[in-house]
């Protein structure tokens, strides 16, 4: 599975932002999809997953509330959907995939399949 996100950019506190991440392989629809964030001097972190069938869905605390993934296995693309941003979202954001959704909130060393990030920056 290679994967490609992209969305980010510049916004301002409070407002919303879409990233997508398009996945390659026909085996996307079988693997759990997510999406962690890595702000400067700080370690990567899980945001928020969903599984293959996109019936469940993962979220740190942080975001919980005002993020919201989702996937169109169709399209073989996976979203993540920000609402009212804050400076503290500021970070580049990745996408990856991996056959266990566990491996996203448990570890994410274990997750197999990673994309190049995309930069979201929020100012205050």
């Known amino acids: 599975v290679q994967l490609q996100a992209y969305g980010g950019g510049l916004v301002q506190t409070g407002d919303f932002l879409r990233l997508s991440c398009a996945a390659s392989g026909r085996t996307f629809s079988s693997h759990a999809a997510g999406w962690f964030r890595q702000a400067p001097g700080n370690e990567r972190e899980f945001v928020a997953a969903i599984t293959g069938s996109g019936e469940r869905e993962f979220y740190a605390d942080s975001v919980k509330g005002r993020f919201t993934i989702s996937r169109d296995n169709a399209k073989n693309t996976v979203y993540l959907h920000m609402n009212s941003l804050k400076p503290e979202d500021t970070a580049v954001y990745y996408c990856?995939?991996?056959?266990?959704?566990?491996?996203?909130?448990?570890?994410?060393?274990?997750?197999?399949?990673w994309g190049k990030g995309t930069l979201v920056t929020v100012s205050s």
């Open positions: 990856a995939a991996d056959r266990a959704v566990a491996s996203f909130y448990l570890d994410y060393n274990a997750v197999d399949y």
